[in-house]
């Protein structure tokens, strides 16, 4: 059974989640090296909604990157592109907060390049708006 950890948001959301697509963040691997996964990790910069959304992507690509019979990933890389594709295909407020998430390093290299790919130039205005 894999070892689940406890992430909570800011809005005091509380989400468990196998180690694994925990440990798609390197921040919370090492918070939770440092404490372990007696108490929940908490993420004070990231909500409840943004943090779904950011576990459902670790989930499908920690998913994708399991090895079938044949020693192969289970997804194609056509696959997991359209898969993100598709998930980046939110409001321009949701995007922003998925940047702002990849852009504090709370989560994976391959989470930020598929979220900043998917910016458009003027969410990355809004983005400098915001955090001025």
């Known amino acids: 059974m894999a070892t689940k950890v406890k ?12 180690e694994d697509v925990a440990f798609q ?4 691997k090492n918070l939770v090296e440092d404490a ?14 943004i943090l779904a ?10 998913e994708a990157e399991k090895k079938g019979a ?3 990933p289970t997804k194609t890389e056509d696959d997991v ?21 990849s852009a504090r390093e709370i989560w994976s290299t391959s989470f930020a390049r598929m979220a900043l790919r998917a ?5 990355m205005a809004m983005h400098c708006e915001r955090d001025v």
């Not at 992430?7 to 196998?18: G, H, R, T």
């Not at 963040?25 to 919370?28: A, E, F, I, R």
């Not at 910016?119 to 969410?123: G, N, R």
């Open 7 to 18: 992430l909570m948001s800011s809005d005091a959301q509380m989400f468990e989640v196998d």
């Open 25 to 28: 963040s390197q921040t919370v």
């Open 36 to 49: 372990g996964t007696e108490d929940a990790i908490p993420l004070p910069n990231v909500s409840g909604r």
């Open 53 to 62: 959304k950011v576990i459902e992507y670790s989930k499908y690509h920690v």
């Open 70 to 72: 044949d020693d192969k």
């Open 81 to 101: 592109k359209r898969w993100d594709d598709e998930f980046v295909k939110v409001d321009q407020a949701t995007l922003f907060d998925l940047i702002l998430v």
């Open 119 to 123: 910016a458009p130039p003027s969410a």
